[in-house]
């Protein structure tokens, strides 16, 4: 494993290896991993994707060396189409995903944090990102400011405001 990496702005090209971070955030428990396909068609993982990169998507990767090994994004979805964190017209919702072996590291709170400072500097007001209960990076969350607003069946739905 290199001992250094980077980061920098996701492109229309990175929709792949988006997909891949997917799949990474769905398969965070250890055991028997779901399937990339079964994930991806599923619409609620989708949403997270499809048409990348439209207007108003933004985004980070975080690279080491020639390897992909994370990313953090988000995108305002729409009340017809709300993500699993929805919150409201406006307030975009992120997706996060680090390769197993990068975990720890610091990776996914320095991606957290510059897409944060994007959402800032947008002049978002909030940033909203749903988690599983019993998911490790909910001590992320919390550490960099998220606070859950509404408990789901089995997942949180959380906020940071951005002021």
Same mark, same amino acid.
């Given at each position: 494993? =290199? &001992?250094?990496?980077?980061?920098? =702005?996701?492109?229309?090209?990175?929709?792949?290896?988006?997909?891949?971070?997917v799949? &990474? $955030?769905?398969?965070?428990?250890?055991?028997?991993?779901?399937?990339?396909?079964?994930? *991806? $068609?599923? =619409?609620?993982?989708?949403?997270?994707?499809?048409?990348?990169?439209?207007?108003?998507?933004?985004?980070?990767?975080?690279?080491?060396? =020639?390897?992909?090994?994370?990313?953090?994004?988000?995108?305002?979805?729409?009340?017809?189409?709300?993500?699993?964190?929805?919150?409201?017209?406006?307030?975009? &919702?992120? !997706?996060?995903?680090?390769?197993?072996?990068?975990?720890?590291?610091?990776?996914?709170?320095?991606?957290?944090?510059?897409?944060?400072?994007?959402?800032?500097?947008?002049?978002r007001?909030?940033?909203?990102?749903?988690?599983?209960?019993?998911?490790?990076?909910?001590v *992320?969350?919390?550490?960099?400011?998220?606070?859950?607003?509404?408990?789901?069946?089995?997942?949180?739905? %959380? !906020?940071?405001? %951005?002021?």
């Open positions: 494993m =290199p &001992e250094s990496w980077s980061l920098r =702005p996701a492109t229309q090209t990175d929709g792949v290896f988006l997909g891949d971070m799949v &990474e $955030a769905a398969n965070w428990r250890a055991g028997a991993p779901r399937p990339r396909h079964e994930i *991806l $068609a599923d =619409p609620d993982h989708g949403r997270y994707l499809a048409g990348w990169m439209r207007p108003g998507d933004v985004g980070f990767v975080a690279v080491a060396g =020639p390897e992909l090994i994370g990313a953090a994004w988000y995108r305002t979805l729409p009340r017809t189409d709300p993500g699993f964190g929805y919150v409201g017209t406006g307030v975009p &919702e992120l !997706i996060i995903g680090v390769k197993a072996l990068w975990r720890s590291h610091g990776v996914g709170r320095t991606l957290l944090r510059r897409l944060c400072e994007a959402a800032r500097a947008e002049g007001a909030r940033i909203c990102l749903s988690v599983e209960r019993g998911n490790f990076a909910q *992320l969350y919390r550490s960099e400011g998220f606070a859950v607003t509404r408990s789901g069946f089995g997942r949180d739905t %959380m !906020i940071k405001r %951005m002021s």
